[in-house]
Nanobody, 117 residues
Framework: QVQLVESGGGLVEAGGSLRLSCVAS????????ISWYRQAPGKQRELVTL?????????ADSVKGRFTISRDNAKAQNTVYLQMNSLKPEDTAVYYC?????????WGQGTQVTVSS
């Protein structure tokens, strides 16, 4: 069992930055692939980025060069970060943290990011 708690969302002007955090507890965090998804009003949830247990990273084309994912597997940390720079109004969404390993999958409650133009 894995519990995920996101934080760091908020309101920012276009061009600004935010850093989201996803803190995990309950299982061996380093074994899981951790992803950030987002869902804008009226749209489907989409993958933003992911990082595997051995550090492989994928970014959606829409965020490449602006967003950076990183993870801290150290004991008592178990945190994944999403650094978001050069934010655009189209980045406005609820951002969700996801942990996946084989058939197991867990979601956080989400954190709202709003980018004003």
């Amino acid at each position: 069992q894995v519990q995920l708690v996101e934080s760091g969302g908020g309101l920012v002007e276009a061009g600004g930055s935010l850093r989201l955090s996803c803190v995990a507890s309950g299982s061996i965090f380093s074994f899981y692939t951790i992803s950030w998804y987002r869902q804008a009003p009226g749209k489907q949830r989409e993958l933003v980025t992911l990082i595997t247990g051995d550090g492989n990273i994928i970014y959606a084309d829409s965020v490449k060069g602006r967003f950076t994912i990183s993870r801290d597997n150290a004991k008592a940390q178990n945190t994944v970060y999403l650094q978001m720079n050069s934010l655009k109004p189209e980045d406005t969404a609820v951002y969700y943290c996801n942990a996946k390993r084989f058939s197991l999958q867990y979601w956080g409650q989400g954190t709202q990011v709003t980018v004003s133009s």
